[in-house]
């Protein structure tokens, strides 16, 4: 199964003029503090840390909370999360002390008094880019591939950086406490990173160079989710930071979170049969149609433009293509419906109708398969909307050459170009990705050459 996450941020779009020093400002969009800190199951004070952070949450629900857990280098306690990738993120963050947390990379280490106040100062700083995200996760192979698209609000300069960071809730295992803060031996551990994807300093985005208000940089990451992490307890977080050494005084400019298995699915777009197609009774046709993260789609035919509609396939996976053996329900009224199985709202249908043709053979449209004179008949339907069939006929066998061609006379397509044995023929081609307007088709057959026009509206 695959899931798409597309996110966007709370966005409050300000216009204003200043006469003095105007400033090149897009958008004033909310940002999502984040909060660094490190802590530990063998830790007696965390749980207090932990207790800090529902109370930050209860007030600013959109804090971010990054866990590195660590080892007890002193005494030789261990911790099951203390290794991952990028996990020399403690070190270079000068971490020291559990619990301890480094604010929206404001200054160093803070020990858990000074999280609330240091929180409170940061909450209404504006965000100086937006984060977007279109992305696939899938379920059976465990891959995960996102693009993030990362776009000024303002006119930067500096070198900004992305981390993209995989964390995991709900963690259940013993946690050290003592009188004042409370741990279990069940105890729920939350905001756990397991890994940092693009490694502990992520990736660079600008290389220092002028990153301009409204530009937008995408970088796309794949990576494969351990087994061993349950996906529905599992988040993503993208934040962007201002690169400075120390790190911790490396500004975040702001940072997003998603749900791995819950992001929304891209809607369903029909590219083929859209309108205007014909399509044969016995032939085959690939259904096609654009989507992401939707796991499984129904397939419906119509044949009354709408009216009734009739199962092609219930529910099938979706790869995006469907090979399609017309059924013998001659209409020019047919249109194609798919829809999420699991968001049937999320649904599409041809643009316009489309025809299934029943079979006819040569003989039964020209009253014989063979032809004593060479012939070339006008397309039918002329004007046709993306499908059209073109007949023609030849006394002998001949080289055949019969080719498309623009209003200025450019080839555009050639669509048959092989000796033929003598009788009549058919050719039926779509010209879905051609624009609206005149064209030519050009038959020679031996030292015979015809042309003629044809007119495709959409």
Not at 3 to 13: D, K, M, P, Q
Not at 280 to 292: E, F, K, Q
Request: aromatic share 12%; hydrophobic share 35%.
């Amino acid at each position: 199964m695959k899931h798409n996450f597309i996110t966007h941020s709370v966005l409050i779009i300000t216009l204003f003029t200043l006469l003095s020093n105007p400033i090149n400002i897009i958008a004033q969009e909310q940002r999502n503090p984040l909060m660094e800190y490190m802590t530990a199951t063998w830790c007696p004070w965390c749980p207090c840390g932990d207790v800090i952070i529902q109370q930050i949450l209860s007030n600013m629900p959109n804090v971010i909370f990054l866990g590195y857990h660590v080892h007890d280098y002193v005494n030789g306690r261990i911790d099951p999360w203390e290794e991952f990738p990028g996990d020399t993120i403690r070190s270079l963050l000068s971490f020291w002390l559990s619990p301890s947390g480094v604010i929206d990379r404001t200054g160093p280490p803070l020990e858990r008094d000074a999280w609330i106040d240091s929180m409170n100062s940061r909450y209404n700083v504006p965000a100086t880019v937006s984060i977007t995200t279109n992305s696939t996760f899938n379920e059976l192979t465990k891959e995960l591939i996102i693009n993030i698209h990362s776009t000024a609000l303002q006119n930067l300069s500096g070198n900004y950086r992305m981390n993209l960071v995989i964390l995991e809730d709900s963690l259940v295992y013993p946690q050290a406490g003592n009188g004042s803060c409370t741990g279990g031996a069940e105890y729920v551990h939350l905001n756990v990173v397991r890994a940092m994807i693009n490694e502990a300093e992520g990736e660079d985005l600008n290389g220092g160079n002028p990153w301009n208000s409204g530009e937008t940089i995408t970088k796309s990451n794949q990576y494969l989710v351990p087994p061993e992490f349950i996906a529905e307890n599992c988040k993503i977080v993208v934040f962007i930071y201002n690169a400075q050494s120390p790190l911790y005084n490396a500004e975040i400019q702001q940072a997003e979170k998603f749900s791995l298995l819950s992001f929304p699915s891209s809607p369903i777009k029909i590219t083929s049969p859209n309108g205007g197609n014909i399509l044969v009774v016995g032939d085959s046709h690939n259904i096609t149609w654009s989507s992401m993260n939707v796991q499984k789609v129904g397939i419906y035919l119509s044949t009354d433009n709408g009216i009734s509609w009739s199962s092609i396939e219930d529910s099938i996976m979706n790869n995006g293509i469907y090979e399609w053996s017309i059924p013998n329900n001659p209409s020019t009224e047919c249109l194609i419906k798919i829809f999420n199985i699991n968001e049937p709202f999320n649904s599409d249908q041809s643009d316009s109708v489309f025809t299934i043709d029943k079979f006819t053979e040569i003989n039964e449209l020209f009253g014989s398969s063979s032809t004593s004179k060479y012939e070339l008949f006008q397309n039918f339907p002329n004007p046709f909307n993306s499908s059209t069939v073109i007949y023609y006929g030849i006394p002998n066998e001949s080289f055949v050459t019969l080719s498309m061609y623009n209003l200025i006379g450019e080839k555009i397509a050639e669509l048959v170009n092989e000796y033929k044995d003598a009788g009549y023929y058919k050719v039926r081609f779509d010209l879905v990705n051609y624009n609206s307007g005149v064209y030519f088709y050009r038959l020679q057959a031996g030292s015979f050459v015809e042309t003629k026009k044809m007119v495709l509206l959409k």
